[in-house]
């Protein structure tokens, strides 16, 4: 499903990814852990499109990434992005954030990915409402709504007391039982045992 080839990132010239090679199959569930400044939000956002990495090659699905030639096409019928900071918008409420996102979702489908994260009760809410863990699974059901085949998310429990830390984890898992590709950067060890495969990232490099 995704492949990355020799990937070298430097920031600057200072070293943040060395020769990562990765190779992940469809509906795997994968964990990046590792201590801070190991290069875990720099795999992914290489992995996800959003950064070009200085080396190395990216494959989905056997294509060659720089071969894609309508990306912003697609990435949104592929990628759903969980980032650290959620980037909710604050003038529109919880379910407007989720409607933006796919315009032609059905109630039914929404509401059933609110309830499960259980923020149907305040989906009429603005961000500014609402507690960080609750923005935080709000731009969990926003990745969710189109249905990605793989699914980025870097540290989506930050903000998340661990009985809906568990929550969150229990639906990556079930997502990914149903042929969506998981992959999350968490500083939680725990919640990691629940992924099909831990990887570590240590300086840079995949341990
Ligand atoms: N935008 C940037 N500009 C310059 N250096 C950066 C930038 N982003 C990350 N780095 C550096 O690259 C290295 C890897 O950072 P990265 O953010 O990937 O780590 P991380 O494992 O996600 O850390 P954390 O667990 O704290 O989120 C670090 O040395 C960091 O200082
Ligand atoms: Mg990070």
């Known amino acids: ?17 060395q020769n990562i090679n990765l190779e992940i199959k469809k509906g795997e569930f994968i964990c990046l852990i590792g201590e801070s400044g190991s290069g875990k939000t720099t795999l992914l956002s290489i992995l996800s499109t959003l950064l070009k990495p200085k080396e190395g090659t990216l494959f989905y699905e056997e294509e060659q990434y720089s071969n894609i030639k309508n990306i912003n096409k697609f990435r949104k019928e592929n990628i759903g992005f969980v980032f650290q900071f959620h980037h909710l918008i604050n003038y529109l409420t919880l379910l407007e954030n989720v409607q933006l996102a796919n315009d032609l979702a059905n109630t039914k489908k929404i509401d059933e990915i609110f309830t499960l994260l259980d923020i149907q009760k305040i989906k009429s809410k603005y961000p500014t409402q609402v507690s960080g863990g609750q923005r935080q699974r709000a731009a969990i059901a926003r990745a969710l709504i189109n249905e990605p085949k793989i699914i980025f998310a870097d540290e989506p429990t930050g903000n998340l007391d661990s009985k809906n830390a568990q929550k969150v984890f229990k639906l990556f898992k079930n997502l990914s039982k149903k042929e969506t590709t998981i992959i999350v950067a968490t500083h939680n060890k725990d919640l990691a045992k629940m992924a099909d495969k831990i990887y570590e990232v240590k300086d840079g490099q995949i341990k």
């Open 1 to 17: 499903m995704l492949k990355a080839s020799n990937i070298s990132h430097n920031y600057n010239g200072d070293i943040a990814l």
